[in-house]
Structures are given as C-alpha cells and as structure tokens.
C-alpha cells in the first residue's frame, strides 16, 4: 500500500493555492503536507487527502472552462460541536453561505473557501 492509498483524496481547483491552504490549516484544522505554490498544496486531515489545483496544474487544464465554477458538492467534515465551531469561525471573520440546518441525521451549516468550493461542517445526532 501506497501512502496515497491511505487516503481519500479530492481536489479543489483555487485560484490562489496559498491562501486556500491557509484557510484550510488555519480554520479547519488541515496539515499542510506538501506545497508548490502556486501551483498546488496538499493539506490533510484524518484519513482526507486535498489537492489544492491552481490554474497551471493539469488538474485545472483538463477541465473544461464550463466545469470550472464551484457546484453543489461539497466535501463534508464532521465536528463534535457545531455550535462552538460556528462560534469561533464567525469570530475569525468567516461567514457561512446558509443557515444552520437540522434534518433527520443532525445538524449542518455551508461556508466556502477563498474559491468558493463548499464546505459542510455536520455535527451528527
């Protein structure tokens, strides 16, 4: 098994691969892992491997232009008390993109990263 082979990897396409790897590490609790900035970054959290693609990489080349807006998925990270993370997230200066929601499996609230890929902090329960 491969180090890659641990993880569950996704990619955001940014436009500013610095900045969203320091919202990703200083807001959501990543680990920088690997950075050619400006190209790309790798941050992780658990067992979540985000590539972080700037315009250059081949990632955001294979792209058709029409695919390139941020859409409705989204990468979903689940916390212990959404409460307190909504808490010290608006006092960071971040807003979120809904209201907090409630359905059948728990609680969630949407914000995005400095490219506008959404993010879904779900508290269970």
Sequence with gaps: ???FDQ????RYLVDDVQAAADFYT???GFTLTMSAAPAIAQVT???MRLLLSG????????TPDELKTP???RIHLI???LDAEIDRLRGEGLS??????????????????????LIELFQPG
């Excluded at 993880?7 to 996704?10: E, N």
């Excluded at 993109?97 to 499996?105: A, F, N, T």
């Design 79 to 81: 916390v212990d008390d």
């Design 7 to 10: 993880y569950a990897s996704f």
């Design 55 to 62: 315009p250059t990489t081949s990632g955001a080349r294979a």
């Design 26 to 28: 200083t807001h959501l």
């Design 45 to 47: 959290r658990g067992p």
């Design 1 to 3: 098994m491969t180090a």
């Design 96 to 117: 979120f993109r809904s209201d907090l929601v409630k359905g059948p499996g728990g609680r969630q609230i949407l914000l995005t990263d400095p490219a506008g890929n």
């Design 71 to 73: 859409g409705r998925n």
